[in-house]
């Protein structure tokens, strides 16, 4: 099922994920306001309710006052969502309970999130999350409307490991039958 998404204000660059490395073309960088292109696997879900989306199994955690993201590429902890502490090692990260609703679900996209650990600067937190509006894009990650993300936490099954496929169409068509992609429609 096809559902209406937005993306980075900028548009797309190459991420770090399962994909192969070094696809031509742009490189996703910390700051630069792209998605991710690739093939990511997903972690664990937030939002601000005490339990995920009723019919959901994907691991989910309540996003807690001091929950943050840590998009600092000198942190120890960039790219990992932390609980704040005074002896925190960074100067900037996302604030995963807002005031506003676009986190009320979220769904980690690891991008730049290998057995490695994440290489600094190559871009951080980036999530599904809900959108602000049709029309609005986000700072690099994928939005979409509450209900939606809702759904896409019930269709996920951690025993299937299921990966998100952010590619341009034109991209996704030239690599489906490499990679083994099932049809748009």
Not at 112 to 127: K, Q, T
Not at 163 to 174: C, F, G, N, R, T
Request: hydrophobic residues 35%; proline residues 6%.
């Amino acid at each position: 099922k096809r559902l209406p998404a937005v993306i980075g204000r900028k548009g797309m660059a190459w991420g770090i994920g399962l994909h192969p490395s070094g696809m031509a073309g742009p490189q996703k960088k910390e700051g630069d306001f792209k998605t991710p292109a690739g093939v990511f696997s997903l972690g664990r879900g937030y939002g601000y309710e005490g339990a995920g989306p009723q019919g959901s199994g994907w691991p989910y955690q309540e996003a807690s006052e001091r929950l943050r993201c840590v998009d600092d590429p000198k942190s120890k902890q960039y790219n990992l969502v932390v609980e704040e502490t005074k002896d925190k090692d960074w100067n900037s990260a996302e604030i995963m309970r807002r005031n506003d609703e676009q986190y009320q679900w979220v769904i980690v996209v690891r991008h730049n999130d290998g057995e490695a650990g994440p290489v600094s600067g190559m871009g951080s937190c980036i999530f599904f999350h809900v959108w602000k509006d049709r029309s609005s894009s986000t700072a690099g990650c994928t939005a979409l409307k509450a209900k939606h993300i809702e759904l896409i936490f019930k269709w996920l099954d951690p025993a299937l490991s299921p990966v998100a496929v952010h590619l341009p169409k034109e991209v996704y068509q030239d690599a489906q039958g490499i990679w083994n992609l099932p049809d748009l429609d």
